[in-house]
């Protein structure tokens, strides 16, 4: 039912004519008239007027017409009524302390918003796909995971040389978990000091390789024998499709 089609039902349930609804609001029958048909609406002095003759608040008028428009409350209109009473200076005031504070909401909601996103270490130098780098070091960046980044993925690596390329190329930045290795799994390993990024093997006898993706750089391939005396730690499993192994090699 739109505004008017309101206003009208409620003036008839008080028995009121337009003639005397037009009195109390200090208009013309005529514009009675045109505020039930929709002609025209009411100026603010005397839509106040006419929810004081038609006892009702804002929301009856207006439920219908504006089911998603704000309607001041009693208490926000009597605000409203003091701040235009207000002087200069005093509106001034008010202008400012109402800035400050949507300043601080605004840092809030930030601040909230970043507590919420999960970030991760992207380490910007330690990984070499075939050519030793150091072992990972405070060198490193916070990064989201949102977007592109994999939701269980624990800490980024950015990867030097072509040994994995194509499947992970010179530059790139790969993503890391501490799920257990298996067999044909990418992995971030430090061999003797140094780190490298290598496709893991272990076979029945124990021994293990770290092969290189890019065949063409099997010369940087390492292989584990027992009692070797080399030192080999994962940092962790790279999230990336498993490749076939080597053959030839297994």
């Known amino acids: 039912m739109s505004f008017g089609e309101q206003l009208r039902k409620r003036r008839e349930e008080l028995g009121m004519s337009r003639d005397t609804l037009a009195e109390k609001l200090g208009v013309s029958r005529s514009a009675i008239g045109n505020y039930e048909t929709g002609v025209s609406t009411p ?28 309607v001041y409350s009693d208490e926000e209109r009597r605000m409203v009524e003091e701040y235009r009473a207000l002087p200069l200076s005093g509106r001034q005031m008010i202008h400012s302390v109402l800035d400050s504070l949507t300043e601080m909401q605004e840092e809030w909601r930030q601040d909230t918003t970043e507590e919420n996103i999960r970030t991760i270490p992207l380490y910007a130098s330690p990984a070499a796909a075939g050519f030793a780098a150091p072992v990972f070091q405070e060198d490193y960046d916070l ?9 269980g993925a624990e800490l980024a690596v950015r990867i030097q040389g072509d040994s994995m390329a194509p499947w992970i190329a010179d530059g790139s930045v790969v993503y890391v978990n501490h799920d257990p290795l298996q067999s044909g799994d990418v992995g971030i390993f430090c061999v003797d000091g140094d780190m490298l990024c290598k496709q893991y093997y272990r076979d029945p006898l124990g021994m ?32 990336v499709h498993n490749q076939p192994l080597p053959e030839g090699h297994i």
């Open 43 to 70: 100026k603010e002095d005397v839509l106040l007027r006419l929810f004081d003759a038609l006892q009702v608040d804002p929301n009856y008028l207006y439920r219908d017409t504006f089911r998603h428009t704000f």
């Open 143 to 151: 990064i989201p995971v949102t977007g592109d980044v994999p939701a």
């Open 208 to 239: 293990v390789y770290l092969f290189s993706l890019n065949r063409r750089r099997a010369d940087m391939d390492v292989v584990f024998h027992r009692g070797s005396g080399r030192s080999l730690t994962c940092f962790g499993r790279v999230m």
